[in-house]
């Protein structure tokens, strides 16, 4: 009983080991491939970058190392310990340009990225990371979305105010606006013009009405003000949590109302959002270049000053105090700031897509593909431990089938897709070029899936589905045979 018992303990000890230490590992190694793929994305020549295509040319001068593989996409391997190795792979696929939908017009300015962290046993170095006896022992997949930070106010003014009847300009308190107006706002309101006065607003004109007057940040930044916080250099719940001093160009997002004083002044050149009330006390001494984007009222008491423009949803009052509080439209702040933000960043979160790691019964089980009758498989194909592939199936050139993948009969998969993790392939399906299917998902049977698809983790495309070409399925949603996503 002494020598069962401690058989007992150590199974669980190494058990443990695998679902506390490994797993972890292999999100570790996903995540490292989001940051080596923003770093591939904004090292690029051409801005934005128009398509995902990491290279590898040792020969040339100097050498392309971008991956291991450049048919699956970018992919990095390393010892970890022994025969444990990791693994990473951000592939072609899984790589989406979402420019579109996010409402921009240059292709490549937004690419959804997905990242495959994998820890495997390496027994054989010569064959593939997921071929017998090799095998996975943790999988991770995540995605984020890589983009640049597009800023487009509704006019080239000094500031911008969707209620113009909430302003107040107090002694010592100036806007200037120069050869671009002091103002902008909606042309819906009453107030025809705001009246220039020498040295405290001016501008040509002083102000300009707009029918299409839109400072929402959908419209200015082309995204909500939660993914603006996702997308931030740094986030912040009040004026205490702030250094006095940011790193020019970045993006500060202030959650909640903004108070700044003498001892919490801010100066640099940046784009800072305030998610509710700005207040500039007397004297706080804030010297700011750039954007200044407020979704509450603005309270510019004497000290404050902003070479750039302003956005304000609420209220303003500029002055009042002992120095002077003054606004100027600067065109050359404006220009330098939108150069910096348009750069590829990654969102401060990571989307775990999937995350899988093998006991111990499964380790020891882990065995040879089980092929049936008149299967034909290109020598280019990669093949995972544990999976099981149909009478007269067809594997083309390049193609990656993950482990535990079941592949029912009468399947043809063409070159250069990629099968996830325990997905299901049902009778007489195909699988045109350049597709992905994502892990654990199910495709029926009698199916057709077009060229560049994209069928998500957990996905179900329906029996006799048809698929068109660059069709993307989300993560999770159903495909029906009428062209539905549900």
Same mark, same amino acid.
Request: glycine share 12%; proline share 6%; hydrophobic share 40%.
């Given at each position: 009983?002494?020598?069962?018992?401690?058989?007992?303990?150590?199974?669980?000890?190494?058990?443990?080991? =695998?679902?506390?230490?490994?797993?972890?590992?292999?999100?570790?190694?996903?995540?490292?491939?989001?940051?080596?793929?923003?770093?591939?994305?904004?090292?690029?020549?051409?801005?934005?970058?128009?398509?995902?295509?990491?290279?590898?040319?040792?020969?040339?001068?100097?050498? %392309?190392?971008?991956? $291991?593989?450049?048919?699956?996409?970018?992919?990095r391997?390393?010892? !970890?310990?022994?025969?444990?190795?990791?693994?990473?792979?951000?592939?072609?696929?899984?790589?989406?340009?979402?420019?579109?939908?996010?409402?921009?017009?240059?292709?490549?300015?937004?690419? +959804? =990225?997905?990242?495959i962290?994998?820890?495997y046993? *390496?027994?054989?170095?010569?064959?593939?990371? /997921?071929?017998?006896?090799?095998?996975?022992?943790? *999988?991770?997949?995540?995605? &984020?979305?890589?983009?640049?930070i597009?800023?487009?106010?509704?006019?080239?003014?000094?500031?911008? !105010?969707?209620?113009?009847?909430?302003?107040?300009?107090?002694?010592?308190?100036?806007?200037?606006?120069?050869?671009?107006?002091?103002?902008?706002?909606?042309?819906? +309101?009453?107030?025809?013009?705001?009246?220039?006065?020498?040295? !405290? %607003?001016?501008?040509?004109?002083?102000?300009?009405?707009?029918?299409?007057?839109?400072?929402?940040?959908?419209?200015?930044?082309?995204?909500?003000?939660?993914?603006?916080?996702?997308?931030?250099?740094?986030? @912040?719940?009040?004026?205490?949590?702030?250094?006095?001093? !940011?790193?020019?160009?970045?993006? =500060?997002?202030?959650?909640?109302?903004?108070?700044?004083?003498?001892?919490?002044?801010?100066?640099?050149?940046?784009?800072?959002?305030?998610?509710?009330? $700005?207040?500039?006390?007397?004297? /706080?001494?804030?010297?700011?270049?750039?954007?200044?984007?407020?979704?509450?009222?603005?309270?510019?008491?004497?000290?404050?000053?902003?070479?750039?423009?302003?956005?304000?949803?609420?209220? $303003?009052?500029?002055?009042?105090?002992?120095?002077?509080?003054? =606004?100027?439209?600067?065109?050359?702040?404006?220009?330098?700031?939108?150069?910096?933000?348009?750069?590829?960043?990654?969102? *401060?979160?990571?989307?775990l897509?999937?995350?899988?790691?093998?006991?111990?019964?499964e380790?020891?089980?882990?065995?040879?593909?089980?092929?049936?009758n008149?299967?034909?498989?290109?020598?280019?194909?990669?093949?995972?431990?544990?999976?099981?592939?149909?009478?007269?199936?067809?594997?083309k050139?390049?193609?990656?089938?993950?482990?535990?993948?079941?592949?029912?009969? +009468? @399947?043809?998969? /063409?070159?250069?897709?990629?099968i996830?993790?325990?997905?299901?392939?049902?009778?007489?399906?195909?699988i045109?070029?350049?597709?992905?299917?994502?892990?654990?998902?199910?495709?029926?049977?009698?199916?057709?899936?077009?060229?560049?698809?994209?069928?998500?983790?957990?996905?179900?495309?329906?029996?006799g589905?048809?698929?068109?070409?660059? &069709?993307?399925?989300?993560?999770?949603?159903?495909?029906t045979?009428?062209?539905?996503?549900?």
């Amino acid at each position: 009983m002494v020598i069962y018992h401690a058989g007992f303990l150590a199974a669980n000890r190494r058990m443990g080991d =695998v679902h506390s230490r490994l797993t972890p590992l292999a999100s570790s190694f996903a995540d490292s491939g989001l940051t080596d793929a923003l770093s591939w994305f904004t090292k690029q020549e051409t801005q934005p970058v128009p398509i995902f295509n990491p290279q590898l040319d040792p020969l040339a001068d100097p050498p %392309i190392l971008d991956t $291991l593989d450049p048919r699956i996409g970018l992919v990095r391997e390393f010892e !970890v310990r022994g025969k444990l190795w990791g693994r990473y792979e951000i592939r072609k696929s899984s790589t989406i340009d979402i420019s579109k939908e996010s409402g921009m017009s240059s292709t490549g300015s937004v690419w +959804d =990225v997905g990242s495959i962290g994998m820890l495997y046993e *390496r027994v054989d170095p010569l064959k593939a990371y /997921n071929e017998y006896p090799n095998r996975i022992i943790s *999988r991770t997949s995540m995605r &984020t979305e890589i983009r640049g930070i597009p800023m487009t106010p509704p006019a080239p003014a000094a500031i911008g !105010v969707a209620d113009p009847e909430n302003i107040s300009i107090l002694p010592g308190g100036k806007v200037i606006g120069g050869a671009k107006p002091a103002f902008s706002y909606p042309s819906t +309101d009453p107030i025809n013009e705001v009246a220039p006065v020498p040295g !405290v %607003i001016t501008g040509t004109p002083t102000a300009v009405q707009l029918a299409s007057f839109d400072s929402s940040p959908e419209k200015v930044f082309k995204m909500s003000l939660g993914k603006l916080k996702e997308f931030a250099n740094l986030v @912040v719940p009040s004026a205490a949590a702030l250094p006095e001093e !940011v790193a020019n160009d970045r993006m =500060v997002f202030v959650n909640g109302n903004l108070t700044l004083t003498s001892g919490r002044r801010q100066r640099g050149r940046m784009l800072l959002i305030v998610n509710g009330n $700005l207040s500039a006390e007397d004297g /706080n001494d804030t010297d700011i270049e750039g954007l200044v984007f407020v979704t509450g009222d603005a309270n510019l008491g004497g000290g404050f000053k902003l070479r750039g423009s302003m956005l304000v949803a609420g209220g $303003l009052t500029i002055g009042g105090g002992l120095q002077a509080a003054e =606004v100027r439209y600067d065109q050359t702040a404006i220009d330098s700031l939108k150069s910096s933000l348009s750069r590829y960043r990654a969102a *401060r979160g990571r989307r775990l897509v999937d995350q899988t790691a093998a006991t111990l019964e499964e380790l020891d089980q882990s065995a040879a593909p089980q092929l049936g009758n008149n299967v034909t498989i290109d020598s280019t194909a990669m093949l995972g431990s544990g999976i099981t592939l149909g009478d007269n199936s067809e594997l083309k050139e390049f193609t990656s089938i993950s482990p535990e993948v079941t592949i029912e009969n +009468d @399947v043809r998969i /063409n070159k250069e897709c990629s099968i996830g993790f325990g997905a299901t392939i049902g009778n007489q399906t195909f699988i045109d070029d350049y597709s992905y299917v994502g892990d654990r998902a199910h495709i029926g049977q009698m199916v057709q899936i077009g060229k560049g698809c994209q069928i998500g983790a957990g996905a179900t495309v329906m029996d006799g589905a048809i698929v068109p070409d660059g &069709t993307v399925v989300p993560a999770g949603m159903t495909f029906t045979p009428g062209g539905v996503i549900q």
